[in-house]
């Protein structure tokens, strides 16, 4: 496989690792951007700073405003997983509510949904432990990337 080439599917496995490898550095560059304004970290909040200046002078030199982890944590504070059901007259489904339960992610759950709406996605890993029981963590797009298989005689979409 020439690395890079439009829709040439990897064949290798040293081929996989460079393309989700090239795939994950652009994500996690193109989701730094946006962590950077949720975390206020970005200086260019220029459209206020220049407003601020005009009428105060240098008073706020070096203040920030920033409203992006308000409007953010205001839309996660709203994302609550009540129950889980497998069709729309089903009961709920309590296995899978202890599942939830049993990983903490009546808590952790909220990391996650805050990196989706700051990064655009995030990402639950899901494997068995000792004893074969469904363990998940929520992971950052800044660290997960995943691969999907085109539909049948589709090309992939490498870039």
């Known amino acids: 496989m020439t690395v890079g080439r439009i829709g040439v599917r990897p064949e290798s496995p040293l081929d996989w ?9 652009a994500q996690a560059s193109n989701s730094q951007r ?4 949720y975390d206020s970290e970005n ?3 220029a459209f206020a700073q220049a407003k601020f200046s005009e009428i105060f002078g240098g008073m706020f030199t070096g203040w920030r405003d920033n409203f992006c982890p308000l409007i ?6 709203r994302l609550r997983v009540q129950g889980f059901r497998m069709g729309p007259e089903e ?9 939830w339960q049993r990983n903490f992610l009546d808590a ?3 990391a996650g949904h805050i990196d989706a709406l700051v990064q655009g996605s ?3 890993t899901v494997w068995g432990d000792s004893e074969d029981q469904p363990v998940m ?22 870039r």
Request: net charge negative; proline share 8%; hydrophobic share 30%.
């Open 72 to 77: 953010v944590d205001s839309i996660s504070e």
């Open 91 to 99: 009961p709920a489904d309590t296995d899978a509510t202890e599942i």
């Open 122 to 124: 995030s990402y639950v």
């Open 43 to 45: 200086k260019n909040l």
């Open 34 to 37: 946006y962590l950077d304004y």
């Open 17 to 25: 690792i460079t393309y989700l490898e090239g795939k994950l550095n």
């Open 108 to 110: 952790d759950s909220n």
């Open 137 to 158: 963590v929520p992971e950052s797009a800044q660290e997960v990337v995943s691969s999907t298989s085109p539909a049948p005689g589709a090309s992939w979409p490498l």
